[in-house]
C-alpha cells in the first residue's frame, strides 16, 4: 500500500529552537530526513508532509522553507502561523506565494480556551479557503466542542483534526471523546488525521489497544475524510513508526483496497492537494 505521511516533525537542533523539548528529553535530539525515510521507505511511506515544530515565532518562516529544502520526498508542509495578529494577512500572502505550502497550523491545546473565538482570529483563518489552504486543528479531547465552534464559524475552510482529538485511550473512558468527536464530524468542512494515538495508549500497547478509536474515527468521518499521519519523532516515545504502521494496517485489514488507498494516501492527496 502507498502511505502519504501527513504529519511528520523533523527537528535539527543545529537550526533551531525548540523551547519545548526541554520538557521532552527522551526526543531532545536531532531527528533528521534521512534517518525517517530510511525506516520510513521500507514501509510504503513514499511521500510526507512536513508538520511545523512549535519553534519561536521569529523562525516560523524559516523553518517551513529548510524542509521543503531537504528532501523530494517532502511533498509539502503545514507551516506554522499566528492567526490570532492582525498583521497575519502579510504572513499568509508570503505563504500564498509558495505552492508547496499547503496550510497552516497554530497549536491550541496548550492556549487559553478562548483563542480561537476571538474575531481576528476567526476572519483571519476565513482567508484561507479561497487561497485553498488547510488549517489543523490540535486540541485537548476536552476542547473539542470549541473545536467544533471555531470550524463551523469558517464553513468554507477545510479543517484537519490531528491525532484524532487526542483521546484518553489509556484511562478506559472514551464515551465523552466519542460524542465530541461526533458532533464534530457532523460539519463537512473537517476530516480527521489517524495519527499521534499511540501516545495516549498504556505502555505495550497491541492494535486492538487503539482499534477502536481509529474504528470509530472511520465511522464518524467516513472513508473520505480520513487521513493518516507518523507524529514521527514524537510517537517514539511510546512505539516505533513501524509498529505504528502496522497497527493501522492491522485495524483496517478487512476493509477494501480501495477504502485503504482513501486513508493511506488518496484523501492526503485531495485534501492538502499534494
Known sequence: MRIVDTHL?????????????????KLNRQWDAPSYFAEAAQLGIEAALHMEVDVPERE?????QFVLGLDPRIVGAISNARPEHVDFPKHLDRI????????????????????????????????????GLTFDICVRPDQLGIARALVSACPDVQFVLDH???????????????????A?????????KISGIVNHAPPGWTPETLRPVVE?????????RVVWGSD????????TLTQWVEAVMTIVSGATVDEQSALFHRNAERIYRL
Open 9 to 25: 516533525h523533523l527537528i535539527y537542533l543545529d537550526k533551531f529552537a525548540y523551547p519545548w523539548l526541554s520538557q521532552r528529553p
Open 60 to 64: 516560523m518562516e524559516d523553518e517551513t
Open 96 to 131: 500564498a506565494a509558495d505552492p508547496r505550502i499547503r496550510g497552516i497550523r497554530r497549536l491550541l491545546q496548550d492556549d487559553p480556551d478562548d483563542l480561537s473565538s476571538g474575531e481576528v482570529f476567526r476572519d483571519n483563518l476565513r482567508r484561507l479557503g479561497p487561497l
Open 164 to 182: 484524532c482529538g487526542n483521546p484518553p485511550i489509556a484511562s478506559g473512558d472514551l464515551v465523552q471523546w466519542r460524542q465530541d468527536v461526533a
Open 184 to 192: 464534530l464530524a457532523e460539519l463537512p468542512n473537517v476530516a480527521g
Open 216 to 224: 470509530h474515527m472511520i465511522a464518524r468521518f467516513g472513508w473520505d
Open 232 to 239: 514521527r519523532p514524537v510517537l517514539t516515545v511510546n512505539g
